[in-house]
């Protein structure tokens, strides 16, 4: 047989714009999370110069109650967790830019030019929500679980417990409030819809409560509450922003 009589591969299928492989969405994923990380880790070495600083704003809600360390490397631990933790709000803009640049290929050109007004808007929901649980939740959650002891009991509170304790309080309450951002992408994307969001009403309702029992480090009703309501609030505010800005089905 000659060359011109052997078969032609046919050409493989056009991909439309913003379709991308199974595989390569996990690379893509796996690149960007990279990028993340090094960045938060370069925002907790910067914030360890101004370790000391943050420090006395973090342990500021204890109201002059007096931390413990039980271990040598308890005070290191202590300084290297609350720096960690302000890496990851330094880093929260690019953060968010890398899950936008994610998700953008799912979109229209149009909505893409969106990036800005997405990374600010994102910013400004998780510093709010980290803001009051600081200045309202934080403090109510420590006077109430402290407040058991009474006066048959003396809390010797460790400076580790206490760092885990609001730091993941402080994230919870932040994540908690990116979900009108959450549905908003959901939306252009068109994976949900207001409808699709207002008749799972009562299963949101569950899975809320769920979900602030388990981001809320305190067994306490109340503490996870405090988190559930405004939860519930913000899923009712997302029902209306994926109705005037989500793509039409």
Not at 6 to 22: A, S, V
Not at 60 to 75: D, F, N, Q, R, Y
Not at 83 to 107: E, K, M, N, S
């Amino acid at each position: 047989m000659s060359p011109l009589d052997q078969p032609i591969d046919p050409p493989p299928p056009e991909r439309k714009p913003g379709e991308m492989p199974f595989l390569e969405h996990l690379e893509e994923l796996r690149k960007r999370l990279i990028r993340s990380t090094l960045v938060v880790i370069v925002c907790a070495a910067v914030s360890f110069y101004f370790a000391d600083e943050i420090v006395k704003w973090f342990i500021a809600p204890l109201g002059g109650i007096k931390l413990h360390v039980t271990e040598v490397t308890g005070s290191f631990s202590a300084y290297l967790k609350i720096c960690l933790f302000t890496g990851v709000g330094a880093a929260l803009p690019f953060i968010f830019y890398q899950f936008w640049a994610f998700v953008a290929p799912g979109l229209y050109p149009r909505e893409r030019k969106m990036v800005f007004p997405f990374i600010s808007v994102a910013t400004i929901l998780f510093l709010s929500g980290t803001a009051f649980c600081y200045y309202y939740v934080l403090p109510f959650a420590l006077k109430f679980m402290i407040g058991f002891s009474g006066d048959l009991l003396s809390p010797i509170i460790t400076v580790s417990s206490y760092i885990s304790f609001a730091g993941m309080l402080l994230i919870a309450f932040g994540l908690s409030f990116e979900m009108p951002v959450i549905a908003f992408i959901l939306g252009k994307l068109g994976v949900i819809s207001s409808s699709f969001l207002a008749r799972g009403r009562r299963i949101a309702i569950v899975a809320i409560l769920l979900v602030s029992a388990i981001l809320t480090p305190t067994p306490d009703v109340v503490t996870q509450l405090l988190l559930a309501v405004p939860m519930y609030l913000l899923y009712e505010a997302s029902i209306i922003i994926v109705r005037l800005t989500g793509r039409r089905q």
